[in-house]
């Protein structure tokens, strides 16, 4: 069958079982834009800013697992695209961003809306291709694709100059992907994964650190098993929040700067560290010096061996995916006769049900201000907790990853490794069109949601019934709280002055808005708003100003070293 | 410390400005880097030359690993090797000067393969350390330009890096 450029790569993303691709056209891809306007496999949806267009693809694959894909032109269609990309790489989220690029010819002549988009991406994607050839189209999808969501995933991107989408060529997908440059390990090494097991009972003082690798191996089941078989505490970092049941007594909540007092204590007193697909973050361990001064063993299981003694020296290190580990690691253990000491174990949980009993994140509930807290607590009490919730960035999305518990993964949809402001609502988008009928909340800050706040058009347009919960608290509050702790309250530039009429703005663009200022009106708002399910509903709680996320670890000190909630 | 690296990567457009690009967006020094396809036109090789703890070490062999194009890696240092770099220096060579510098040129086994009434092209081969060493044994006034293609390597014997 020959096809032209355009139409191949629309038979390829409708052979890859595309349903959704976002997208903005322009000069470039005119021709990809005309062969989608032509087949009816996929939905284009149509946003109002590339970033958000990402975002969604992001928010997309986020909750599905699947491989997002986004579309934009040549020149500031891929600029725009960029941030979103990076938000994308560092989460190491599967992704095919198909960029429209200047004719062969004109490349290099700074013709008009050139850039060099390979260059440009480069630092910020798991890998780019230029077709450069119409012969190369298809089997560079194909590519795309694998390389996107095998391995270590990430956003892979493909720049297609205009002239090869009107080129003619026979449409052939059947091929299969061979790289000898690229064979991701899946299974683990056996004899060093029998060293973790043995490592494992001999622990007296064990724990399991959890992060995005879980979900993204959709190794839920498997972490969850092995915590419960062996009895261990268990933390998840941001990323990994919901790939263990958070309402688990074994749960000991998030770790790291904004990490539960028990979390980050029994990290660091831990004598046996297990760590899964999570990374050993700046913002998880502070201080790589202050974390080493206590001597404990490491067993750090990721697929992708550069993770590994990045930041931290490992003792037992495994490469390979998550699930396919677990999965012999457990089964080595049911097999074994051998338990971990059940008195030391005992004890340990005595010592972290003791710093449990700090309550951390106990907050002020007679407050006559809104606590923004409190309407997290609510929100999760209303949806029951089986929202999806995604986040901006700021206090806000700390609070929520604080204030609601997720029992399953894939719920929790947040920019963690680069904090993109503005993330949240178009993340949100992909959400909900790929599930149309769960309830998706995106909790944001005054601040975030205005960089990307065009994109309420395109939930008006798709009817997208996202619930927006604006903690508006008239500041860029995490800025603000870093300012008032360590810049002797000099608040400079971190004051949201002339704010919109959020009520009348989500009403302009035919939406449905409710401003919220007292706390017994919080959980009614709620409950009014998600049984309006075919409405998107902006609710603006304004929040208490001065309001700090804690604990908090200073950044560069050592994990224990918390600030903590005054006594109140 | 002081490593040379080898790396089999496709023959592709870009793939040495990801490497490049991934020295210099982590931080880590090139002192040298070389490259060239292979007997097989689809494959490059590439030769560089960094310094790091072997923290660094490892986390830049990884890093490289990671890189699509990249076939294989083999860390030279690890064992024995060999290297070898070319260095053209062109120098003043009249009066005095001119049968000092054929004799010099001879002592380092350098072969002269341009010559004018003034100067000489020199070429030498060698580890970096020799060309060093010549370089210091001159007259610094006497060079006038000097041209160092960075160091090769090979592993010694069995040792091979092939696909
Ligand atoms: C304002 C703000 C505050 C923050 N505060 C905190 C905080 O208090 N605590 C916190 O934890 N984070 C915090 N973060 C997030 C932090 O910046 C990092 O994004 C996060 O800690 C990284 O999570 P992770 O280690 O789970 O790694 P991820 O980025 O999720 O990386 C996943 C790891 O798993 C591996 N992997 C992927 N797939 C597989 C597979 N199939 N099998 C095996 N391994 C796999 C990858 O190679 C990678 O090493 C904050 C972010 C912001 C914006
Ligand atoms: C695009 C972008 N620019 C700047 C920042 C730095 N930053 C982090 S949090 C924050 C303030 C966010 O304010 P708001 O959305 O109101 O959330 P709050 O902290 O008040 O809950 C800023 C500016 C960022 N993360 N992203
Ligand atoms: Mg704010």
Redesign the interface.
């Given at each position: 069958m020959e096809l032209n450029g355009a139409e191949i790569t629309v038979k390829c993303l409708a052979d890859e079982g595309v349903e959704f691709v976002f997208g903005y056209p322009g000069g470039a891809v005119l021709n990809i834009y005309d062969a989608i306007f032509k087949q009816d496999k996929f939905k284009h949806v149509l946003v109002r800013h590339e970033q958000a267009a990402v975002h969604a693809a992001d928010g997309y694959a986020r909750s599905t697992g699947k491989v997002g894909v986004a579309l934009v032109t040549s020149g500031p269609g891929i600029t725009n695209a960029v941030t979103g990309i990076a938000t994308a790489y560092m989460d190491s989220i599967p992704m095919v961003v198909i960029s429209g690029q200047v004719p062969t010819a004109a490349i290099g002549m700074d013709a008009f809306q050139e850039v060099d988009a390979?260059?440009i991406t480069?630092?910020c994607v798991?890998?780019n291709f230029?077709v450069?050839d119409i012969k190369d189209l298809a089997a560079t999808m194909k590519k795309a694709f694998y390389?996107a969501s095998t391995g270590r995933p990430g956003p892979v991107l493909v720049d297609i100059p205009k002239d090869i989408t009107g080129q003619p060529f026979a449409y052939d997908y059947s091929m299969s992907v061979d790289?000898?440059?690229?064979n991701p390990v899946v299974k683990g090494h056996t004899g060093q994964i029998k060293k973790a097991a043995q490592m494992l009972f001999e622990a007296k003082r064990p724990m399991i650190y959890s992060g995005g690798g879980v979900v993204l191996s959709n190794a839920s089941k498997q972490l969850t098993e092995l915590t419960r078989l062996l009895g261990f505490p268990c933390t998840n970092t941001l990323m990994g929040l919901g790939a263990y049941p958070a309402t688990d007594k074994q749960f000991v909540g998030m770790l790291g700067m904004h990490g539960t007092y028990e979390a980050n204590m029994a990290m660091q007193h831990s004598d046996v560290l297990l760590a899964v697909g999570a990374r050993f973050d700046d913002r998880v361990i502070g201080s790589p010096e202050h974390f080493a001064r206590d001597a404990r063993r490491i067993i750090h299981i990721d697929i992708?061996?550069?993770s590994i003694?990045?930041r931290v020296?490992v003792d037992v290190p495994i490469v390979g995916d998550v699930a396919a580990v677990l999965d012999e690691l457990i089964k080595l253990i049911k097999a074994s006769k051998e338990r971990t000491d059940a008195t030391a174990l005992s004890a340990w949980w005595a010592q972290i049900d003791e710093w449990r009993s700090i309550d951390c994140l106990k907050f002020d509930r007679a407050s006559a201000i809104i606590k923004p807290q409190f309407v997290v607590q609510k929100l999760w009490e209303v949806t029951k907790g089986e929202a999806f919730v995604t986040t901006d960035v700021g206090q806000h999305q700390m609070w929520a990853a604080q204030y609601y518990p997720f029992n399953e993964p894939r719920r929790w949809i947040t920019s963690g490794g680069l904090g993109t402001m503005g993330f949240g609502l178009p993340a949100a988008m992909g959400v909900q069109l790929a599930h149309p009928d769960a309830q998706v909340a995106c909790v944001t800050g005054e601040s975030s949601i205005q960089m990307c706040i065009q994109e309420l058009s395109t939930c008006k347009q798709y009817h997208i019934p996202v619930k927006v919960v604006n903690l508006n608290n008239r500041y860029m509050g995490m800025v603000r709280q870093w300012q008032e702790f360590f810049y002797g309250n000099r608040y400079a530039e971190s004051y949201m002055e002339s704010l919109p009429d959020f009520v009348k703005l989500a009403e302009s663009y035919g939406h449905v808005g409710m401003k919220i200022e007292k706390p017994e009106d919080v959980e009614p708002a709620l409950r009014e708003a998600f049984a309006m399910k075919e409405r998107l509903v902006f609710m603006d709680f304004i929040t208490d100003q001065t309001e700090n996320v804690f604990p908090m670890v200073p950044g560069g000190a050592g994990i224990t070293e918390m600030i903590l909630a005054e006594e109140l | 410390m002081r490593h040379i690296i080898s790396i089999l990567m496709e023959n592709e457009a870009g793939a040495l400005s990801r490497v490049a690009g991934l020295f210099s967006a982590r931080g880590y020094n090139i002192e040298s880097l070389t490259v060239a396809p292979t007997e097989d036109a689809t494959l490059s090789r590439m030769t560089i030359v960094t310094r790091g703890s072997e923290e660094v070490i490892e986390q830049i062999v990884k890093q490289l690993n990671k890189l699509i194009d990249v076939v294989k890696i083999l860390d030279l240092s690890d064992g024995s090797h060999i290297e070898r770099e070319l260095m053209l220096v062109k120098v003043r060579a009249f009066g005095k000067d001119r049968e000092e510098m054929k004799r010099m040129a001879d002592i380092f086994r350098g072969r002269i393969i341009d010559v004018t009434e003034k100067t000489y092209t020199i070429e030498l081969t060698g580890p970096g350390t020799k060309l060093d060493a010549f370089i210091e044994a001159i007259d610094p006034v006497a060079i006038l330009e000097t041209v160092r293609t960075g160091a090769s390597g090979i592993g010694r014997g069995e040792r091979i890096l092939k696909v």
């Open positions: 390979i260059g480069r630092p798991k890998h230029l450069k390389i790289m000898r440059s690229y992708d061996p550069s003694s990045k020296k | -």
